[in-house]
């Protein structure tokens, strides 16, 4: 098909656009900043923003199907109108550009962060309602699932076929923005100061990345697909980890309220000091929830598979100690020997 694909220099991105042009899909991405990689697969390349509307009416010029990738993760409780007019008003523009353009499918990156996510040990599946009344003060996962409101509302209302894949924690190699890997080096750093009770799904990017290729031709409009690899406690996780990395896990397990007042009073002394806290309150905050889901409709009916999480696991610190750790602090003999 000829697929316009935005986004495409992401994680998530990095990993589906070789598959696509390998299934031999003809490939334009539509960017902010350069895709020399996809270049050298044949991808064609328009430099513009979600925003630009006349880019984008021109970018879907003989386009057969979409793959929505573009987005940003943040939870900076100071971004949510930004995150709101990339998230949902430059969705809503690319869909209806899309239905007017005659586009036959759109492919929607989303989260399970939208329908997973509890303050109870419990498993998510996509019959859950949104979970308005955990994640309303996290604007990211609010814009989130206000985006996959809107491109609902727009297949119901133009027909536009829409499918909507929600990949839990993205991890595996090539996560050079820590975009999604961040909890991981977090941890080979040290800067989580004390174990957080919940537990948390991620899958291997190139995993999810199957499964959105899938999706172009196996996915049903109108529908949502989980896609968790592994549910784990971040106590087997923080476990798992230090024996990959030899970084002890965090000893200190705190009650939830105790362990979030406790960063919250870090981040200050942090800020009165003129320096950057080691771990932000809402990232903690989130660490006392429970991200747990079940990815059964996707298995069943995109052939999704996820790979052994211990493959993932040391797939990413390997990655990570290659790539990126010790750019938030000089490099030490052992770094360099690594490398």
């Known amino acids: 098909m000829n697929l316009l694909v935005t986004g495409g220099t992401g994680f998530l991105g990095t990993a589906l656009v070789p598959i696509l042009a390998g299934e031999g899909h003809r490939l334009r991405l539509l960017q902010r900043s350069a895709a020399a990689d996809a270049e050298r697969l044949g991808a064609e390349v328009v430099r513009a923003a979600i925003g630009d509307a006349d880019a984008i009416r021109a970018a879907l010029d003989g386009v057969e199907a979409v793959v929505h990738l573009a987005g940003q993760v ?6 949510p109108a ?11 523009r690319l869909l209806e550009a899309s239905a007017a353009a005659g586009v036959k499918r759109v492919v929607l990156a989303s989260s399970s962060g939208t329908i997973a996510v509890s303050r109870d040990d419990r498993i998510a599946t996509e019959a859950d309602p949104y979970p308005f009344d955990v994640v309303g003060g996290w604007p990211y996962y609010l814009s989130k699932i206000y985006q996959e409101k809107a491109a609902l509302r727009i297949q119901r209302d133009t027909g536009l076929p829409v499918v909507v894949l929600n990949p839990s924690l993205l991890l595996g190699p090539g996560d050079a923005r820590l975009s999604s890997t961040d909890v991981v080096f977090k941890f080979m750093e040290r800067r989580i100061p004390a174990m957080p009770s919940g537990g948390l799904s991620f899958v291997d990017v190139r995993d999810a990345a199957a499964a959105f290729a899938a999706a172009l031709v196996r996915g049903r409009p109108g529908e949502r697909y989980l896609l968790g690899g592994a549910n784990m406690s971040f106590r087997e996780l923080f476990g798992r980890l230090e024996r990959l990395t030899g970084v002890p896990a965090p000893r200190v397990a705190l009650p939830s309220r105790v362990n979030v007042a406790g960063v919250r009073l870090l981040e200050k002394l942090s800020a009165w000091r003129g320096a950057e806290a080691p771990i932000d309150a809402r990232s903690v905050e989130m660490g006392e929830h429970f991200w747990y889901c079940a990815s059964t409709r996707a298995e069943e009916e995109l052939g999704f598979v996820a790979r052994d999480p211990q493959e993932t696991l040391f797939e990413t610190v390997r ?4 790539h990126v750790r010790g750019r938030s602090r000089p490099a030490t003999l052992d770094d360099l020997a690594r490398r």
């Open 319 to 322: 990655w990570l100690d290659a």
């Open 82 to 92: 930004r995150l709101y007019d990339l998230h949902v008003q430059g969705t809503r």
């Open 74 to 79: 943040s939870f900076d409780p100071g971004d």
